[in-house]
């Protein structure tokens, strides 16, 4: 398990100094007990629970504290999840599981604390609404190979002017 000692090593590790990590925690914490309620009674519906919740083998990573760190760790390391389970005391597949299993929880704790950036806009207007009083936007894109036609005119239609690419 990692023993994060100070701010620095906090930001080294997350990506958050320990003041937003510590908002971030609380949200992350409610998200959870939000979210494992709803399964809980999912479970209980559908009739596929078989214990109470808090019930059953306790994992690698008990506390929310354990949890968010996990998380936020594998996004600011980026590490295999061989790597991931070691640095948290479990396997390479309960890495994986873990992580998938807890993303839901991240993204809701960060709509929560509105910090989400909005993905989709339904219309122009309502994308000039949201971005009103903002001076400049940042757009990040990839630029994507395009199968030329064998028709001149149409390649000549087509060209970006740029030189062929190494593919």
Not at 102 to 127: G, I, N, T
Not at 144 to 159: A, G, L, P, T
């Amino acid at each position: 398990m990692l023993d994060i000692r100070d701010d620095r090593q906090m930001r080294a590790l997350t990506g958050l100094s320990i003041n937003q990590f510590d908002i971030l925690l609380d949200a992350f914490s409610k998200a959870y007990e939000k979210l494992a309620q709803e399964a809980y009674q999912e479970g209980l519906s559908d009739g596929t629970r078989k214990r109470r919740p808090g019930g059953g083998r306790k994992g690698a990573l008990p506390t929310m504290r354990d949890k968010l760190l996990f998380l936020l760790y594998y996004f600011k390391v980026y590490p295999t999840f061989d790597v991931l389970g070691t640095q948290f005391g479990m396997v390479r597949s309960k890495a994986n599981e873990n992580l998938y299993k807890l993303l839901p929880v991240l993204y809701q704790a960060l709509v929560d604390l509105e910090v989400m950036p909005k993905r989709k806009f339904s219309s122009a207007e309502e994308l000039k609404e949201t971005l009103e009083g903002v001076e400049k936007i940042l757009i990040d894109v990839t630029e994507r190979s395009y199968r030329r036609s064998q028709d001149d005119e149409k390649q000549r239609e087509h060209y970006s002017g740029k030189k062929n690419d190494t593919q």
